[in-house]
């Protein structure tokens, strides 16, 4: 008999390192052509921080993407970050990039200043132009901003930002502030148990990122419909001990006895195995944030598997406490339960 269940599960996030400084720097240098140059130390490691942190510069000067380059994560070349872990990549980094920006601008409107004959308070910026905003005839292209600062005012349009994420380290009595800010995520699981198998078939997943601004939303969902894959697996099939020692080559919490060699003996869901998933995120600003972003990293895959086990326990009544939830284990749970004298499942 194949018995259905739903479960839900959310859980919340800190966005930056807790309880320890943690701060991205980053370089801006605005070309005479119009281009920009980003360089931070902030690493690229496939969640799209290269892309997020080249669209805000793009915003900030109102020129298209294409225009903005980035060189990342080469501590040889780069300014400092703490490193790319917690989802504080986009915080923190978006941060750092635009304050830089903001130096790069104020060079660009003394350029523009001397050249249209008025004042770099009244300017700002609008497709790729300095804009007189009491008079908007008078205005200049970027590029020409940039020219005329380099070679007529003799000051490079470059700025360096930084930003240190705030927190107040929690202290022996357990008070303090351990991070700047925190993000949320959300699943919902629809799952067939068949009671005479044990095989769990999800049929559905929904996920939700609350991530402040969704700057780029095709990532986002990306991202989201990767952690949801990746909960899956952990709920349903993966299950490794690898081989790890404490500095006194002994460790109690670590199996010797599975040491794969490749992804054959250690499989993964893939497009094929992926139930039918559902993936959002809530547009909630936060203010602190670069243009109200916050993140959509690490998390959208933690509440995955706890709404998958929900389900499981909604169907049949059972809880797996120990991942993952195998068809071995899940019968032997139902008939235990059956022995207990449990309802029938």
């Known amino acids: 008999m194949k018995k259905y269940g739903r479960g839900i599960a959310s859980c919340m996030y800190s966005l930056t390192v807790m309880n320890a400084p943690n701060p991205c720097s980053a370089h801006v240098q605005m070309r005479e052509d119009g281009s920009v140059n980003i360089q ?76 249209l004959k008025t004042k770099p308070d009244r300017l700002y910026i609008a497709d790729g132009f300095a804009v007189d905003k009491y008079d908007p005839n008078k205005r200049l292209p970027l590029a020409a901003c940039a020219g005329i600062a380099q070679f007529g005012l003799r000051k490079l349009p470059i700025g360096i930002g930084e ?14 502030i351990p991070a700047d800010t925190y993000y949320y995520h959300s699943t919902v699981a629809e799952v067939e148990v068949d009671t005479e ?14 991530c402040g601004k969704a700057l780029n939303p095709s990532a986002v969902i990306g991202q989201n419909e990767g952690g949801a894959l990746q909960a899956y697996g952990w709920a349903l099939g993966e299950d490794v001990y690898p081989y790890m020692t404490s500095v006194d080559g002994v460790s109690k919490d670590f199996s010797t006895r599975f040491k794969p060699n490749d992804m054959s003996n250690y499989p993964v869901p893939t497009a094929i195995d992926a139930p039918e998933i559902v993936a959002d995120f809530v547009d909630n600003i936060e203010p602190e944030g ?27 009544g059972i809880w797996v406490v120990d991942l993952p939830a195998t068809p071995e284990k899940v019968l032997r749970l139902i008939k235990e339960k059956e022995r207990q004298g449990g309802e029938n499942v």
Do not use: W
Not at 197 to 209: R, S
Not at 296 to 311: L, T, V
């Open 197 to 210: 198998t044990g095989v769990v078939d999800v049929k559905k997943m929904y996920a939700a990122v609350d």
């Open 40 to 115: 931070t130390g902030a690493t690229e490691i496939g969640q799209g921080s290269d892309t997020i942190l080249c669209m805000m510069v793009a915003e900030f000067f109102t020129i298209p993407v294409e225009r903005v380059s980035i060189v990342s994560g080469d501590s040889s070349a780069t300014p400092y970050d703490f490193g790319t872990l917690s989802s504080r990549v986009t915080f923190t980094g978006g941060r750092a990039v635009l304050k830089a920006c903001e130096m790069v601008r104020d060079v660009l409107f003394e350029a523009a200043a001397f050249q």
């Open 290 to 316: 670069p243009y109200g972003a916050k993140a959509a990293g690490e998390i959208c895959a933690n509440s995955g598997a706890p709404a998958i086990i929900n389900a499981i326990h909604d169907a049949v």
């Open 163 to 176: 930003f240190y994420p705030f927190n107040v380290p929690v202290d022996e009595n357990g008070q303090g």
